[in-house]
C-alpha cells in the first residue's frame, strides 16, 4: 500500500518561510495530479495547493502570492514552499492525490503541524 510521509513543519514567527515535504513510497506523480491540504481543529481538510502530472499549478486564493507548490517525480517527493507565513495559515499539512467526487487516491499520512506565532 503506498505511503505518504509529510514532513518540514515547525514552530515560526510570523513573517517567516517553511518548505514541506511529502515522499511517497511509489512512483506515480507523473501519473497523478498532487496537492497538499491542511486541516485545524473542528474543521474540514481544506485545499492548499495543487500540481498536475504536467507541472501545473493552483492555489488556494489564501495562500496564492506566497506558496508554491513543486515536486521532484526521480525522488518521489512533493514540497510546499511557505513563505511570508501568517498565523492563519497554523494548520496540520498533508498530502494526497485527489479524485473525482471529494475522493483520494491514498491513505492519509499523519501529516506535518505548522504553527505560526505572531
Known amino acids: 500500500q503506498v505511503q505518504l510521509v509529510e514532513s518540514g513543519g515547525d514552530l515560526v514567527q510570523s513573517g517567516r518561510s517553511l518548505r514541506l515535504s511529502c515522499a511517497a513510497s511509489?512512483?506515480?506523480?507523473?501519473?497523478?495530479?498532487m496537492g497538499w491540504y491542511r486541516q485545524t481543529p473542528g474543521k474540514q481538510r481544506e485545499l492548499v495547493a495543487t500540481?498536475?502530472?504536467?507541472?501545473?499549478?493552483n492555489y488556494a486564493d489564501s495562500v496564492k502570492g506566497r506558496f508554491a507548490i513543486s515536486k521532484d517525480n526521480a525522488k518521489n517527493t512533493l514540497y510546499l514552499q511557505m513563505n511570508s507565513l501568517q498565523p492563519e495559515d497554523t494548520a496540520v499539512y498533508f498530502c494526497?492525490?485527489?479524485?473525482?467526487?471529494?475522493?483520494?487516491?491514498?491513505?492519509w499520512g499523519q501529516g506535518t503541524q505548522v504553527t505560526v506565532s505572531s
Open positions: 494526497n492525490a485527489p479524485r473525482l467526487g471529494g475522493r483520494f487516491y491514498f491513505p
Open positions: 500540481i498536475t502530472s504536467d507541472g501545473s499549478t
Open positions: 511509489a512512483s506515480f506523480f507523473s501519473i497523478y495530479t
